[in-house]
């Protein structure tokens, strides 16, 4: 069975190293809580000189102490002369106390105490009681002739959950310049935490009420609007593409974090990531095949003027292009019998011009705007296609997206969700055929309601529920866990690869000799004794085969260690990245879970998303079935061309949904 490891942490605590060094004191407000951001976490930590602070919720916070340093310091004192520091209260923690400490929170609080601008790549920011990890190549820059203006510093929040499960979300402080293009309607600009970006260390730090910062270098916490939409900034949650790339994906910094914690504090803490075992994994095999399709197509111009004449021109050919056994026409009216894609404008056009907004949710036209679709991009019309060909099953009630028989299925599916505190249904039967319900709550089915209300519960991280035809339950339920690839070997590999080149030239044409036929060997012989500056891009630049190419890395490799390229995307994958490969489940405490990460085969070097643990819990009585469904997510029509999270049937739900 295939090992995974998950964000799950094993701690461990070396309470007596830490108390011989450290003291940990409790800061507690006099008012019921104390407000995020508030000024006081900062001015406290800087005033005071603290190693770290964590702050999480509710009316304390902790500090970390230099045992010598706070022995001479009367915090009282210090706190009088903070503003509100006389509404604190502190104590001193002893041993017993410190034991008792929740876990996550300690780890964290020893873990902020890295925050220390000493790593030339990365840098660490305890800021109002949480650690953000900052690289420079995720700053958001404009650059003129007179000056830089940073206008975005993107990083991560490194965060311990109560379920001492690591999390690295992403956060993005922008400049009070964009301050325009912010919603302020909860909370007004004045009232945000401002912090200044120091260009020295390429540190953020909180400005206190006595200073005066420039606009221009001031930040806070908060994303930009763009059309409307709140901006998403984003760090790719893994790269391999070279070790640059993989330094700045969250695993990548990650791995640089935690090679931090084993020199800086391997004395109070340890941890590692524990591991679970798949017992049931399915590999990527079907494709969806866009040369199968044979139904009409048509274009239809809900702008209609010369533009949207050459938008629909230039889409009806890429069309044919992509899906060659379907007729394309630009028709004049829809067409309730066959797909059909209709151009408008997006929403704000209409708004800005009060015109009327054309748009309708149906079951059988794809809308697509003027203003949004990108007509150079395939991905954005192999969508178009498969929801067309989604809601042309839709409008059949039959799947024929997919031969549903290869399933071989002999009983019906029910799938649930709810949805605006409403309940719907999904029920598939052998043959394919399918039917869609809304459940109606009345007298006469009031038990069965009852029990729908209590198979979902007030859990917001139910998805969705699935029964078969005998009665049998399984709840699907979001978690906070994810799984992680074997980022130190890989580390390791992208490291080595970047190394100069150590096999001599003499020793190259030995391994030549030994490896290749001798016509071929004397080629390439003859273009390594030419290479003029010895180096590994020009060494490997000799190989025109890729297989030759990998044969003779291979061989280095086994010969002296010396990695010369990585192949990653190789056979090798399995080894390190299968955690975040294809369909997974296993059993854990004598509960259920499965992940789906992405295909298997043909992978890119960049995997944008962690792969997210589900868990599966089954309802009173019932048996677990989940893992006959587990093919129903081995498909890429849903989620463009990547496996989809969550069996297909409940796209053709939520589809639906839409349309009534």
């Not at 093919?631 to 839409?658: A, C, H, Q, S």
Request: proline share 2%; hydrophobic share 35%.
């Amino acid at each position: 069975m295939q090992t995974c490891k998950t964000n799950q942490l094993d701690i461990q605590l070396n309470f007596q190293q830490l108390l011989l060094d450290y003291t940990v004191v409790k800061f507690s407000a006099s008012e019921d809580y104390i407000k995020y951001g508030a000024l006081v976490l900062d001015e406290i930590g800087f005033k005071l000189k603290t190693k770290s602070i964590i702050f999480e919720r509710g009316k304390s916070f902790y500090a970390l102490f230099d045992k010598k340093y706070i022995t001479n310091l009367d915090i009282s004192k210090q706190l009088e002369k903070i503003e509100d520091g006389d509404k604190f209260s502190f104590k001193f923690l002893n041993a017993k106390e410190l034991e008792q400490l929740d876990t996550h929170t300690l780890a964290q609080l020893i873990i902020n105490s890295i925050a220390t601008p000493n790593h030339k790549r990365l840098t660490f920011n305890n800021l109002t009681g949480k650690l953000y990890l900052f690289s420079p190549s995720h700053l958001k820059i404009s650059k003129s002739k007179e000056k830089e203006q940073i206008f975005k510093i993107v990083g991560l929040d490194f965060y311990i959950d109560p379920n001492c499960c690591l999390q690295l979300n992403v956060k993005t402080f922008s400049s009070v310049l964009l301050s325009k293009q912010m919603e302020f309607s909860k909370k007004k600009l004045k009232e945000y935490p401002k912090y200044t970006f120091v260009h020295s260390t390429n540190t953020l730090r909180r400005v206190l009420s006595t200073e005066k910062v420039k606009a221009d270098n001031l930040f806070i916490l908060k994303q930009t609007s763009k059309k409307g939409t709140l901006e998403k900034s984003n760090i790719p949650f893994l790269d391999f593409s070279n070790l640059n790339e993989f330094k700045d994906s969250k695993i990548g910094i990650l791995s640089d974090v935690l090679d931090n914690i084993n020199e800086k504090l391997s004395k109070y803490l340890s941890f590692k990531f524990k591991e679970v075992k798949a017992n049931n994994v399915v590999r990527h095999l079907n494709t969806f095949d866009y040369s199968k399709l044979n139904e009409s197509i048509f274009l239809i111009d809900g702008i209609k003027d010369e533009s949207s004449n050459e938008h629909l021109d230039f889409i009806k050919q890429e069309i044919e292009s992509l899906v060659p056994n379907s007729k394309t026409k630009i028709a004049k009216k829809e067409n309730n019998t066959s797909y059909s894609v209709k151009l408008i404008h997006n929403k704000r056009f209409y708004q800005k011009y009060e015109q009327n907004d054309p748009y309708k949710p149906s079951n059988n036209i794809q809308h697509i705007t003027f203003e949004d679709f990108k007509l150079n991009s395939k991905a954005s019309l192999k969508a178009i296609i498969k929801e067309l060909a989604i809601k042309n099953d839709i409008s059949n009630n039959k799947i024929s997206i997919i031969d549903w028989s290869k399933f071989n299925y002999t009983n019906k599916w029910i799938f649930g969700i709810k949805h605006n505190e409403e309940f719907y249904y999904l029920t598939v039967k052998p043959d394919g055929k399918f039917y869609f319900e809304k459940f109606e709550s009345d007298l006469f089915n009031q038990n069965e309601y009852d029990e729908l209300c209590d198979a979902f519960g007030n859990d917001n991280y139910t998805e969705f529920i699935v029964k078969d035809d005998i009665g049998n339950i399984n709840i699907i339920k979001r978690t906070n866990n994810f799984t992680i690839p074997e980022f130190e070997l890989i580390n390791d590999i992208l490291t080595k690869e970047t190394a100069k080149i150590n096999i001599t030239k003499d020793l190259v044409l030995k391994l030549i000799g030994e490896v290749f036929e001798t016509e071929k060997a004397q080629g390439l012989k003859s273009k390594i004794n030419q290479i003029e500056i010895w180096n590994k891009k020009n060494l490997l630049h000799c190989f025109k085969n890729r297989n030759d190419k990998k044969t003779f890395v291979e061989k280095v490799k086994q010969e002296t260690g010396e990695v010369l390229k990585s192949y990653l995307r190789d056979k090798s994958r399995y080894e390190l990245l299968d955690s975040q490969l294809d369909i997974h489940s296993f059993r854990q405490n004598k509960s259920h879970f499965y992940f789906v990460g992405i295909k298997g085969k043909g992978i890119q070097q960049t995997i944008s998303r962690a792969s997210v643990i589900r868990k599966i819990d089954t309802f009173k009585n019932s048996q677990y079935l989940f893992d006959k469904l587990l093919p129903l997510m081995n498909v890429d029509f849903v989620k463009n061309g990547d496996l989809t999270v969550l069996p297909f049937p409940i796209k053709y739900l939520r589809e639906w949904i839409k349309m009534i």
